[in-house]
């Protein structure tokens, strides 16, 4: 179902043939209202894909009708050329739908891509533009679309990612995800498009997702490697009237978006470990996650974790990069519950340390009360492999 | 000769019995005079080694009699104990100095660690303290020392690193160095030790080795990692009674601080390519470092280079995350000459690049004048092999 259990919404995914492999690779959500209100998270990297260029001005307004997502290629660095095709992507959507009963404008649809940098020719123009009719007609009606609609999106995602949650109320909300590699913060490279059928205004709306993620999918840094075409979308279709409690909602939101998040870790491109790095005794939270953060980016430690080495030195070495509050004489390390380090020197025996696919490090800063997680891979040869062999 | 090719300058290096794998780990470098002027630069990791907390102290008045230096533990993270032993090295090496006939204070020896962090117990500590007798005793007038006191700093090094430099007037600068894994800004995970008998005063040594250092080792980034044990230290004897010009002296440590430099790189761990990351066109030369080091960072850039695969997108995604002043639509990327990417667009066909060792990347911003160069290696099998073996 994913992002079509809400009230209001029709999906659809179908193979267009933009990706080698011939699976499914152009995805549709349309929000059929009444409410057609949208909030929106982009990458933070300067240099973005044209869909999120143009998807940033088009969700301005506050009101989008659908979205229109590809993998198979990122449409990124491609020029005005690439420009205008996600343009005339958005309006030939609209005119389809406006076709189909439903009187939509260019500006009311964001486009999503995703896929290899500097992909976005004239084939894939011609690709996506010829293949949105049967796309907005699969789409129409068809709630059980939401399942195609998230394999469509995946790229070396080994599984589609989908959740739902429900409120007191009976509202629901649901959303998909892709990403399983390149995620790192400002957004992990992922696309994802969350949907909700509660009644809530858009401020409400844009509010609680940005909470959302900068808890959740801003905190998942596998490599270090900031997308050019990151992307969380959430739509409110507000066909479920009943009253909606705002904290409630938030609360759901973000617990559905740390469950997307959690999905998108297990499945993390060659990762051998999931490994949670939480730093507590922090003077501030943003301090907790820029400890947290710093050491989920160091290579040795990282590699370290794949030959199930407890090296905690590689993570003291981290914390000492970073402009938190701390004295680097006072720091502690736990590794899956051993003290491994207390007081910044050696403690508990690390031939104690057992490892299993769940890895958790906690560094205690003794500074404050604050804690943060932030979430990595180990670095291994399967990492190496993919990503050495992945546009040749 | 390295470090004893100035005069004024004797050295040592034997097997004390910290490194399992018997080979040379104990060192020390002996300035005989006249003068005893050093300047050091050290990590600016804040979580800082027991010797580098010790030598930071040392040497703040310019003056230093000695360096010993020590692989096969780090002596970091070791605690109380660990700084002990850091003094009782000084005291030990000072104390036999003056029985030798030169007087000598602890706070005129430096102290330099490398290995393992964490390792600085009882057994560390005798095995050092055991064997200063007999490497004060080889040091005594030995020149040829300079080669066995690079050879004992090695760690996962494959070879000795050293160089030197003549100047016009006839003085000498030597130097040594090791380093081959967790390089990084704020200086490698590197000692150095240079020593020159060129007469020139404190104030001039410091200011050069700044210059030096901020062009060199402050430029090899092979693994993002920063350690806590770097120092270089520069030590002048003023054994040449020579007119020295000082902007000839500057630019012969810097040729001698990268020569050494590109000796570490060639050899860092796992490597399979030696890659220049060089940016040009940019606002200032600060930014052209920090787009090259941004770059040199990337786990999916230097994946991509492993595989000999000219993924120019990922270039263009890091110089993205930073703050440089820099057009979106207007940045070039070559590699090994060929133009890939122009205005961010695909331009050349990659097809065309070729690939051996040595890997040049070459980044244009149009946005100034300033170029810089950052250093790096691939990410590679080896790479993840070694460094998730290492301790274990």
Redesign the interface.
């Known amino acids: 179902m994913s992002v079509t259990a809400p009230l209001g919404f029709t999906a659809a995914g179908l193979i267009a043939g933009l990706k080698p492999s011939g699976t499914k690779d152009l995805s549709l959500v349309v929000n059929t209202g009444p409410d057609t209100a949208v909030a929106a998270v982009y990458t933070s990297?300067?240099?973005?894909a044209n869909p999120v260029l143009w998807s940033q001005k088009a969700s301005a307004n506050g009101q989008a009708r659908a979205v229109v997502l590809n993998s198979g290629g990122?449409n990124?660095?491609?020029?005005d050329f690439?420009h205008e095709t996600t343009t005339l992507t958005a309006q030939a959507t609209a005119d389809l739908l406006t076709e189909a009963g439903t009187a939509t404008q260019a500006e009311d649809i964001l486009v999503c891509s995703t896929g290899?940098?500097?992909v976005g020719g004239q084939d894939f123009r011609d690709t996506i533009i010829d293949n949105l009719p049967p796309l907005v007609a699969a789409a129409e009606d068809s709630v059980a679309g939401g399942k195609h609609a998230a394999e469509a999106i995946m790229t070396t995602d080994t599984v589609a990612k989908t959740a739902t949650r429900e409120g007191s109320s009976g509202y629901t909300i649901g959303g998909m995800a892709k990403g399983a590699?390149?995620l790192a913060p400002?957004l992990a490279t992922m696309l994802v498009v969350i949907t909700t059928d509660a009644k809530v205004d858009q401020a409400l709306l844009d509010q609680a997702l940005r909470a959302s993620t900068s808890q959740s999918f801003d905190r998942l840094d596998t490599?270090?490697?900031?997308?050019?075409n990151d992307t969380v979308i959430l739509m409110s279709s507000g066909a479920h009237d009943a009253a909606v409690d705002t904290d409630e909602f938030t609360s759901l939101l973000r617990e559905l978006c740390l469950d997307l998040m959690h999905q998108l870790h297990v499945d993390a491109e060659g990762a051998h470990h999931d490994i949670a790095i939480t730093t507590q005794g922090a003077a501030s939270e943003a301090e907790a996650v820029e400890v947290s953060r710093s050491v989920s980016?160091?290579?040795?430690f990282k590699?370290?974790i794949?030959?199930?080495?407890p090296?905690?030195?590689?993570v003291?070495?981290?914390?000492?990069?970073?402009s938190a509050t701390?004295d680097?004489?006072a720091?502690d390390v736990i590794i899956n519950g051993t003290e491994v380090?207390r007081?910044?020197?050696?403690y508990e025996d690390p031939e104690k340390v057992t490892f299993d696919r769940n890895v958790d490090v906690v560094i205690d800063l003794h500074a404050g009360d604050a804690t943060a997680t932030v979430w990595t891979s180990d670095?291994?040869?399967d990492?190496?492999?993919e990503?050495?062999?992945?546009?040749?």
Chains 1, 2 share one sequence.
């Open positions: 990297n300067r240099c973005k990122a990124c660095y491609t020029g690439g290899l940098i500097g590699g390149m400002g490599d270090g490697c900031m997308s050019t980016r160091s290579a040795l590699a370290a794949f030959g199930q080495d090296n905690w030195g590689r003291v070495a981290q914390v000492g990069t970073t701390f680097p004489t720091i380090c007081a910044s020197g050696p670095l291994t040869h990492y190496v492999e990503n050495s062999a992945y546009s040749t």
